[in-house]
Each structure stands twice: as structure tokens, then as C-alpha cells.
């Protein structure tokens, strides 16, 4: 079993920065896809960014690509998400999710590929 805490969440300005945190338990984390998804009231989760165990990254280009910037820091267990330029519409609670499973081909933007989710962290900005 996986526990992700997420943490980093606020409230912002528009055309402010965060940075969110997620720290995952195990020692085989390096091994993971790790994602963040975000969901405002009255809407779906939606993918915004994951980054595979190669270090390789996928956004979603319309709503965050250019703004966002997902890392990871494998020795602390840790993936980050630095958001930038804020803007009103990115207000939501925000999700970590990481893939254990070990498919050759696999969708990282859809929900169904995780295995495990953090508790959310609320991101606010205001106009």
C-alpha cells in the first residue's frame, strides 16, 4: 500500500506562484508514474500533469502547459508540481496519483492508469 500526503496548497493572487508537494511512502518509488489531477465544484477531475519514472513529462497543454512545471526528487520520495501565472480558472482541489503498475503501453492522462491518490490540497486564486 501507497500513501500519498499532498501539501502546498493556499490561497494566491492571479499571476501568482505555488508550489505543490506530494510525498509518497515505499521504497519503490522511483519505479512510478506520478500524476496531478485537479477537480473545481461541480466538475470532473481533470488531468493536468505526469511525469513517467524516466523523467519524462505530459501536460495538458490547453489549460497549463507553459504555466505549470511537474519535477520529481526520487531520493526524498517527492513529486512537485510548480504552478506559475495563476490564473482564476486553475482554482481546485488538487490530486497526486501514482502508477505502479508496470505496462510497456498505458494513457498517464486518465484517471483509471493510478493505483493510489493523495488526500487533495486546495488551490484558491483569486481575481
Known amino acids: 500500500q501507497v500513501q500519498l500526503v499532498g501539501s502546498g496548497g493556499g490561497l494566491v493572487q492571479a499571476g501568482g506562484s505555488l508550489r505543490l508537494s506530494c510525498a509518497a511512502s515505499?521504497?519503490?518509488?522511483?519505479?512510478?508514474?506520478m500524476g496531478w489531477f485537479r477537480q473545481a465544484p461541480g466538475k470532473e477531475r481533470e488531468f493536468v500533469a505526469a511525469?513517467?519514472?524516466?523523467?519524462?513529462?505530459?501536460y495538458d497543454a490547453d489549460s497549463v502547459k507553459g504555466r505549470f512545471s511537474i519535477s520529481r526528487t526520487n531520493a526524498k520520495n517527492t513529486v512537485y508540481l510548480q504552478m506559475n501565472s495563476l490564473k482564476p480558472e486553475d482554482t481546485a482541489v488538487y490530486y497526486c496519483?501514482?502508477?505502479?503498475?508496470?505496462?510497456?503501453?498505458?494513457?498517464?492522462?486518465?484517471?483509471?492508469?493510478?493505483?493510489?491518490w493523495g488526500q487533495g490540497t486546495q488551490v484558491t486564486v483569486s481575481s
Open positions: 496519483a501514482a502508477r505502479s503498475r508496470d505496462s510497456v503501453t498505458y494513457n498517464p492522462t486518465l484517471l483509471s492508469e493510478y493505483d493510489y
Open positions: 515505499g521504497r519503490t518509488f522511483a519505479s512510478y508514474t
Open positions: 511525469i513517467r519514472r524516466s523523467g519524462s513529462t505530459i
